[in-house]
């Protein structure tokens, strides 16, 4: 009997729908797999064959053609082995199922009839969504889908809870909201709060100026200075996800699964704050690959991209990054097609001044000759540097501020300020797609900044005597503007100004 099973592919972020069409007649056994099937499609006939046998049906002793549409798109995965073993079972006549064309299949069968979960699941959920019918996941998967509203799912542990479903023609959802509240919390608790990091005024002004416009930023300073520790606590002053960005990012999320990723696929609720070692590769990066895989710009998406050492990152994959940093988005050419994947994300780095590391401190002498700092300083290229508004010298703590153990302001003090800032730049870009100062354009950067003459004049000047870019200049002015924002202020003056110069100190 011939039959059409229903399905979706990943191609890049995009789910593709494919059919499964199975027919098995009379005639010497066999079995063909047509139709662009990868090394993974064409090993699930023997998992999934086993699969059915541990259901007590047997499939074999016809022959059998399968056939994977549209033909010309590359089928990876295990995704479609539930797919096919529901069609193997329909077409041999060991299962009916009313309705069949409802039903969408995706999931990976184990030899023994477990359903294990694959990655895109939300990406195939929000097409299904568009499309209508009914999806059919492995359990493990059940969280994401739960994601989309509206959408008709049924989730099973094992091929034979599957088949109990179908054959009963139930339907359930799951509903997860409890759930998610829970994974906030848990996973807020995890981030590092400023009220234990002492002292550093200056740079906790900063990064809340960072976090509340969303502007790139990099700390310079000497080993040990605290750094690191600080940008780890940004996430704990970063508004809270909105739904359509928790969306957006457990989409990414989820088509970076690997295979055998255990356990289950649990939504990106707190904003992300990815930190790719210094010996990434471009593709790790921005993405690609043979698995058409998203790279860790877009894995930070609605988040943080921290890039800790910023001089050891090799510089060509530095500035492949130029590209998502202004476009938000990174596009990936293969021959079968491009695909973009969104990649909006605040960037951090941070760095030594020097090799040894001590060339601004006063306790410590530095030992690098001037060439060597040049040619440190050097590996960060110039477009890149311009690109990031907020640069700051991260002094040495005075070891006597630890004295007693003192506490500073917590982050859910700073991040009240931060949201509230936020809210301003909400209703200021409402209607269009920028949602923060840092996003928007040069034009606008100088109409919202409303200064008076004497304000712009003396922005001019200042930027002419430090020799700003006029990229540079105009980010100076978006840098007022969140500052502005920050102070409530409509109109930006001169001390929102000088403060947005002296992050651009730097160079
Ligand atoms: N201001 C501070 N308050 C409390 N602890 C601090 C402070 N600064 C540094 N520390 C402690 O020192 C450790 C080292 O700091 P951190 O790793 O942030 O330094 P860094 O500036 O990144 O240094 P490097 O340049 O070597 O990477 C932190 O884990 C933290 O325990
Ligand atoms: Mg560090
Ligand atoms: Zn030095």
Not at 179 to 185: A, Q, S, T, W, Y
Not at 206 to 234: D, M, Q, W, Y
Request: aromatic share 6%; charged share 25%.
């Amino acid at each position: 009997m011939f039959k059409r099973i229903r399905s979706y592919c990943l191609f890049g972020i995009k789910a593709v729908p494919v059919s499964v069409e199975v027919d098995a007649s009379q005639g010497l056994p066999g079995f063909t797999l047509v139709g662009l099937p990868d090394n993974a499609v064409r090993e699930s006939r023997e998992r999934v064959v086993s699969a059915i046998r541990s259901i007590g049906k047997v499939v074999t002793g016809f022959r059998t053609t399968v056939n994977l549409s549209p033909a010309d798109l590359r089928k990876e995965g295990s995704a479609l082995d539930l797919p096919l073993a529901i069609g193997l079972l329909v077409s041999t006549g060991e299962l009916s199922i009313s309705c069949l064309d409802k039903y969408v299949f995706v999931g990976e069968l184990s030899l023994d009839g477990l359903l294990k979960p694959v990655r895109g699941v939300l990406s195939i959920a929000m097409s299904l969504a568009r499309d209508g019918g009914v999806l059919v996941i492995p359990r493990g998967n059940a969280q994401e889908a739960s994601l989309v509203e509206g959408l008709r799912f049924i989730c099973a542990d094992s091929l034979k809870e599957c088949v109990e479903h179908l054959e009963a023609g139930g339907e359930s959802g799951v509903s997860v909201a409890e759930g998610m509240k829970h994974f906030v919390d848990a996973e807020q608790n995890e981030i590092p709060d400023f009220e234990n990091v002492v002292g550093m005024e200056g740079v906790k002004r900063a990064l809340e100026i960072a976090a509340a416009g969303a502007h790139n930023f990099l700390l310079v300073g000497s080993p040990g200075a605290g750094k690191t520790l600080c940008a780890r606590c940004l996430p704990g002053i970063l508004p809270e996800m909105t739904e359509q960005e928790i969306l957006e990012t457990t989409r990414i999320h989820s088509c970076a699964r690997r295979a055998g990723d255990a356990g289950e696929f649990r939504p990106v609720v707190v904003r992300p704050f990815r930190t790719p070692h210094h010996s990434a590769s471009m593709v790790s990066l921005v993405g690609g690959g043979s698995r058409l895989a998203p790279g860790e710009a877009s894995l930070a998406h609605n988040g943080v991209l921290f890039l800790d050492e910023l001089p050891e990152f090799n510089r060509g994959v530095l500035e492949a990054l130029r590209e998502p940093m202004e476009e938000g988005s990174i596009s990936v050419s293969r021959a079968s097609g491009t695909v973009v994947w969104p990649a909006r994300f605040m960037m951090g780095a941070a760095m030594n001044p020097c090799p040894c590391g001590f060339a601004m401190d006063p306790k410590h002498v530095c030992t690098c000759l001037p060439e060597a700092k040049k040619r440190y300083r050097d590996k960060i290229s110039g477009p890149l540097l311009d690109r990031i508004d907020i640069q700051v010298s991260v002094p040495p703590v005075d070891t006597r501020m630890f004295a007693g153990n003192p506490k500073g302001e917590s982050s859910a003090a700073i991040r009240k300020r931060v949201c509230a800032a936020r809210n301003i730049q909400r209703e200021r870009f409402a209607g269009t797609s920028v949602k923060s100062n840092a996003e928007m354009s040069s034009k606008n950067a100088h109409k919202f900044a409303m200064m008076s003459d004497s304000v712009e004049r003396f922005a001019i000047a200042a930027a002419e005597k430090m020799a700003l870019s006029a990229r540079g200049y105009y980010r100076l002015l978006k840098v007022a503007r969140t500052i502005a924002d920050l102070r409530k202020s409509e109109k930006v003056n001169i001390d929102d100004i000088s403060e947005a110069l002296r992050y651009r100190a730097y160079r």
